[in-house]
């Protein structure tokens, strides 16, 4: 199998393609330049730090070299992604009139319209950290940025260093009074950075910045408040072990080897910068740019007729499931569906879980609203969601003062599903209605990920979704689900059961093929399982976004699997699986849940059926005929690990974003007609 470290670093550099294809609008280039560089950070603070630990621990004889491994091949990413900004995005930016100026290009003209706002916008936020014996070095934050400044005293002779935080509060980023050329703050204050230093004399500075260990080590067996738990492991977090020192290449070997020895960190884990430190902030200068030519053309989401009328949205899904496809069609629907469940009469209970959501979150609110209007409202509030602990506690607590019950699910497994539960008091008795889908409940990300949601009032399927809440608050043991396939209960075994099925049935000389579309392919049993299939004459078609450990194109192994990846203007999230299940209907599923270890083992997932036969003719006609057929956006993965373009033209060939994009349009243009005839 290949490697998931250097599959995942396989994946960056297929997203680093975007920034250098110049069939990609400009700006969107800079961007996908920039989530490159957060991809990275987290590889970091996540698996380079867990292999860092194994090495410590020599749990592994060959943890060393494979680090060492890693590190190489990341360090050649960084030199492409370097060379992408440097040979390939500033010329292309200089000749749209927009010019990034290091602080050696910037004229006296701009020098001198730098100075007064230097001193009056950035020096008074300016506190600098001298390292002496009386002043040891201090505690970096995790990502933060930090100039390093060598200083001489003139009377003595004598050498002495400094660190400068650069305040996070202010933009990265600064704008020229002739609003075409920028600069970085942290060039702007290195540019005027003897001011913090009077009497002494600047001998250089350097930008740099520290990334640290970031994973969450919580007992929860031991823990008695987990939310006050987990808040105090976020705050020792910065002071986690270092993992990298990304530094200005320019640096002399001998300030970085006192820097590494400071933070206790050796020089295989340096990285000499030859440009911006920090490309994450390069995102912010597409908004400063206001160029919408640049960037990909304005696109709306699609209301679906049946949702169009909030208040009638409950009438609609008891007439018939509905399914959305986002970001081509609206996540408001999603949203009116609690909105809606907060105001209704007669609505009794509100169940939802909640894993990561914007920061102005109308699900939220619609929650907070629907207790304060006496509705039993529970919230599964994930408080171990990477990265966004902190806004999940404070999502946490804000619901429990508006009283609603929060609980935080299983000790020892998160909860990754994405379900809400609505029960209505109607004239025939109680009835569920249920949102399942694929992505968080986060309008904004719902804008640029791909996914899928289901509403239904499916009698089985909510009475599977009502016992999965009862597992969840209830923390029932061996759980019974009819439909939902659940992990950690069953979702594994089940998958493997529907793969094994396929591969009995091509021996049989049935019709076998499997579909499946996931981020993340690592599960070895199911990689096993996919390659018996294979050998069988099962026709395998993968679509994998992310990391890849299978290998397809072996030999008597995986000659009948193809894996590609889709990578363009939005970022696929969607989990859809299909088996061909000969001799009676195909099996059609969707859910939260990758192929990973994790996701079968250590969280809560669930992955549902599609059993209504409009929703599947959809899925079959629309959403699977066009990831098969549309190939400009998609990289086929080689045996030797190589990812290969599927179309001769690239991304000039049309691709399946297009293609959904070019239905929504025509969906919207549809429904524009109907309006002006009425």
Same mark, same amino acid.
């Given at each position: 199998?290949?490697?998931?470290?250097?599959?995942?670093?396989?994946?960056?550099?297929?997203?680093?393609?975007?920034?250098?294809?110049?069939?990609?609008?400009?700006?969107?280039?800079?961007?996908?330049?920039?989530?490159?560089?957060?991809?990275?950070?987290?590889?970091?603070?996540?698996?380079?730090?867990?292999?860092?630990?194994?090495?410590?621990?020599?749990?592994?004889?060959?943890?060393?070299?494979?680090?060492?491994?890693?590190?190489?091949?990341?360090?050649?990413?960084?030199?492409?992604?370097?060379?992408?900004?440097?040979?390939?995005?500033?010329?292309?930016?200089?000749?749209?009139?927009?010019?990034?100026?290091?602080?050696?290009?910037?004229?006296?003209?701009?020098?001198?319209?730098?100075?007064?706002?230097?001193?009056?916008?950035?020096?008074?936020?300016?506190?600098?950290?001298?390292?002496?014996?009386?002043?040891?070095?201090?505690?970096?934050?995790?990502?933060?940025?930090?100039?390093?400044?060598?200083?001489?005293?003139?009377?003595?002779?004598?050498?002495?260093?400094?660190?400068?935080?650069?305040?996070?509060?202010?933009?990265?980023?600064?704008?020229?009074?002739?609003?075409?050329?920028?600069?970085?703050?942290?060039?702007?204050?290195?540019?005027?950075?003897?001011?913090?230093?009077?009497?002494?004399?600047?001998?250089?500075?350097?930008?740099?910045?520290?990334?640290?260990?970031?994973?969450?080590?919580?007992?929860?067996?031991?823990?008695?408040?987990?939310?006050?738990?987990?808040?105090?492991?976020?705050?020792?977090?910065?002071?986690?072990?270092?993992?990298?020192?990304?530094?200005?290449?320019?640096?002399?070997?001998?300030?970085?080897?006192?820097?590494?020895?400071?933070?206790?960190?050796?020089?295989?884990?340096?990285?000499?910068?030859?440009?911006?430190?920090?490309?994450?902030?390069?995102?912010?200068?597409?908004?400063?740019?206001?160029?919408?030519?640049?960037?990909?053309?304005?696109?709306?989401?699609?209301?679906?007729?049946?949702?169009?009328?909030?208040?009638?949205?409950?009438?609609?899904?008891?007439?018939?499931?509905?399914?959305?496809?986002?970001?081509?069609?609206?996540?408001?629907?999603?949203?009116?569906?609690?909105?809606?469940?907060?105001?209704?009469?007669?609505?009794?209970?509100?169940?939802?879980?909640?894993?990561?959501?914007?920061?102005?979150?109308?699900?939220?609110?619609?929650?907070?609203?629907?207790?304060?209007?006496?509705?039993?409202?529970?919230?599964?509030?994930? /408080?171990? @969601?990477? #990265? !966004?602990?902190?806004?999940? =506690?404070?999502?946490?607590?804000?619901? +429990?003062? &508006?009283? *609603?019950?929060?609980?935080?699910?299983?000790?020892?497994?998160?909860?990754?599903?994405?379900?809400?539960?609505?029960?209505?008091?109607?004239?025939?008795?109680?009835?569920?209605?249920?949102?399942?889908?694929?992505?968080?409940?986060?309008?904004?990300?719902?804008?640029?990920?791909?996914?899928?949601?289901?509403?239904?009032?499916?009698?089985?399927?909510?009475?599977?979704?009502?016992?999965?809440?009862?597992?969840?608050?209830?923390?029932?043991?061996?759980?019974?689900?009819?439909?939902? /396939?659940? @992990?950690? #209960? !069953?979702?594994?075994?089940? =998958?493997?059961?529907?793969?094994?099925? +396929?591969? &009995?049935? *091509?021996?049989?000389?049935?019709?076998?093929?499997?579909?499946?579309?996931?981020?993340?392919?690592?599960?070895?049993?199911?990689?096993?399982?996919?390659?018996?299939?294979?050998?069988?004459?099962?026709?395998?078609?993968?679509?994998?976004?992310?990391?890849?450990?299978?290998?397809?194109?072996?030999?008597?192994?995986?000659?009948?699997?193809?894996?590609?990846?889709?990578?363009?203007?939005?970022?696929?999230?969607?989990?859809?699986?299909?088996?061909?299940?000969?001799?009676?209907?195909?099996?059609?599923?969707?859910?939260?849940?990758?192929?990973?270890?994790?996701?079968?083992?250590?969280?809560?997932?669930?992955?549902?059926?599609?059993?209504?036969?409009?929703?599947?003719?959809?899925?079959?006609?629309?959403?699977?005929?066009?990831?098969?057929?549309?190939?400009?956006?998609?990289?086929?993965?080689?045996?030797?690990?190589?990812?290969?373009?599927?179309?001769?033209?690239?991304?000039?060939?049309?691709?399946?974003?297009?293609?959904?994009?070019?239905?929504?349009?025509?969906?919207?243009?549809?429904?524009?007609?109907?309006?002006?005839?009425?």
């Amino acid at each position: 199998m290949f490697n998931r470290e250097l599959s995942w670093l396989s994946f960056d550099r297929r997203v680093l393609e975007l920034a250098e294809d110049d069939s990609v609008p400009l700006l969107e280039r800079v961007r996908f330049l920039s989530i490159v560089s957060s991809n990275l950070d987290e590889f970091f603070e996540i698996r380079v730090a867990g292999i860092m630990q194994q090495e410590e621990s020599a749990s592994h004889p060959a943890t060393k070299e494979f680090l060492a491994s890693v590190l190489q091949r990341t360090r050649d990413l960084v030199h492409a992604q370097q060379l992408c900004w440097k040979q390939k995005l500033l010329p292309a930016l200089a000749a749209h009139g927009i010019e990034v100026l290091a602080r050696e290009q910037l004229s006296d003209s701009a020098r001198t319209e730098l100075s007064p706002r230097f001193d009056r916008d950035i020096l008074p936020a300016l506190t600098p950290l001298a390292i002496d014996p009386s002043h040891p070095f201090p505690v970096l934050t995790n990502k933060g940025l930090y100039l390093l400044a060598l200083l001489r005293d003139p009377a003595s002779g004598e050498l002495r260093r400094a660190v400068v935080p650069v305040p996070r509060i202010l933009p990265r980023i600064l704008g020229l009074s002739d609003r075409k050329s920028f600069t970085f703050l942290s060039q702007v204050i290195q540019l005027f950075i003897h001011r913090l230093f009077p009497g002494l004399e600047l001998q250089g500075s350097w930008a740099f910045r520290i990334t640290r260990n970031s994973d969450l080590y919580v007992d929860e067996e031991e823990a008695v408040n987990l939310l006050e738990a987990i808040e105090d492991e976020i705050r020792n977090l910065r002071k986690g072990a270092p993992v990298r020192l990304e530094i200005e290449a320019d640096v002399p070997e001998g300030e970085m080897q006192w820097l590494l020895h400071s933070i206790h960190l050796t020089s295989d884990n340096a990285f000499r910068i030859p440009g911006p430190v920090n490309m994450l902030r390069l995102g912010s200068l597409i908004d400063m740019v206001a160029r919408p030519e640049l960037l990909y053309p304005n696109f709306v989401s699609v209301i679906p007729p049946e949702c169009s009328e909030p208040t009638k949205l409950y009438e609609r899904i008891a007439e018939h499931d509905i399914i959305l496809h986002h970001p081509y069609e609206s996540f408001s629907p999603v949203v009116d569906f609690i909105r809606q469940a907060a105001k209704d009469e007669t609505v009794v209970a509100i169940k939802l879980t909640l894993y990561r959501t914007s920061g102005d979150s109308p699900v939220v609110e619609a929650l907070k609203e629907a207790a304060r209007n006496g509705k039993q409202v529970t919230a599964l509030v994930e /408080l171990r @969601a990477r #990265f !966004d602990e902190l806004n999940n =506690i404070e999502w946490a607590r804000q619901l +429990e003062e &508006a009283g *609603a019950h929060v609980v935080y699910g299983l000790a020892g497994l998160k909860t990754h599903c994405k379900a809400c539960l609505v029960v209505r008091q109607e004239k025939d008795g109680l009835r569920r209605y249920a949102h399942l889908g694929t992505g968080n409940y986060n309008p904004k990300t719902a804008r640029i990920y791909t996914d899928f949601s289901l509403l239904t009032c499916d009698e089985e399927i909510t009475a599977d979704v009502g016992l999965l809440f009862n597992v969840l608050t209830g923390n029932l043991a061996g759980p019974k689900f009819k439909h939902l /396939l659940i @992990a950690p #209960f !069953d979702l594994a075994r089940r =998958i493997v059961e529907l793969i094994k099925a +396929e591969t &009995a049935n *091509a021996k049989a000389g049935k019709p076998a093929t499997i579909f499946a579309k996931v981020n993340s392919l690592v599960d070895p049993e199911v990689i096993n399982a996919l390659y018996e299939a294979s050998q069988a004459g099962v026709r395998i078609e993968l679509v994998v976004r992310g990391i890849c450990c299978l290998k397809p194109g072996i030999a008597g192994k995986s000659v009948n699997i193809r894996v590609r990846s889709f990578l363009g203007r939005f970022l696929e999230h969607s989990r859809l699986f299909r088996f061909e299940n000969a001799e009676a209907q195909p099996i059609l599923l969707m859910g939260s849940a990758d192929w990973m270890p994790r996701n079968f083992q250590r969280r809560i997932e669930c992955v549902f059926p599609l059993r209504s036969a409009h929703v599947r003719r959809r899925i079959e006609e629309e959403i699977l005929a066009v990831y098969r057929d549309r190939q400009g956006d998609a990289k086929a993965l080689a045996s030797d690990g190589e990812y290969v373009n599927c179309e001769p033209m690239g991304r000039l060939a049309p691709g399946a974003q297009d293609t959904f994009l070019q239905l929504a349009a025509k969906a919207a243009q549809a429904r524009l007609s109907e309006q002006t005839e009425k």
